[in-house]
């Protein structure tokens, strides 16, 4: 089993970044996918959610509007399409991939977003 995020970089404020995650080693369309966050010094927090295979999103208040989470199931990857960027959204983004069941779950190792001017 794999789920291995990548796009991360460094980006001014304002700008635009996409990352990926892509899963393997297990029945990606059984499994609900989200994305997290973990800036220095702070607790891992829930960003954004994809549900199911077709695809029902839900998205933390603080990147509403600005962020947009899918999936392509022929490609077994997860996106976050990340929008109107700030600089406290400097963490570490992680993918969790979570059978409908609620077990297993998997994570990433996190990929780093820095923005910066």
């Known amino acids: 089993v794999q789920v291995v995020e990548s796009g991360g970089g460094l980006v001014q404020p304002g700008g635009s970044l996409r990352l990926s995650c892509a899963a393997s080693g297990f029945t990606f369309s059984y499994y609900n996918m989200r994305w997290y966050r973990q800036a220095p010094g702070k607790e891992r927090e829930w960003v954004a959610a994809i549900i199911g295979a077709g695809g029902s999103t839900y998205y933390a208040d603080v990147v509403k509007g600005r962020f947009t989470i899918s999936r392509d199931n022929s490609k077994n990857t997860v996106y976050l399409q990340k929008n109107s960027l700030k600089p406290e959204g400097t963490a570490v983004y992680y993918c969790?991939?979570?059978?409908?069941?609620?077990?297993?779950?998997?994570w990433g190792q996190g990929t780093q977003v820095t923005v910066s001017s």
């Open positions: 969790n991939a979570d059978h409908f069941t609620g077990y297993p779950r998997y």
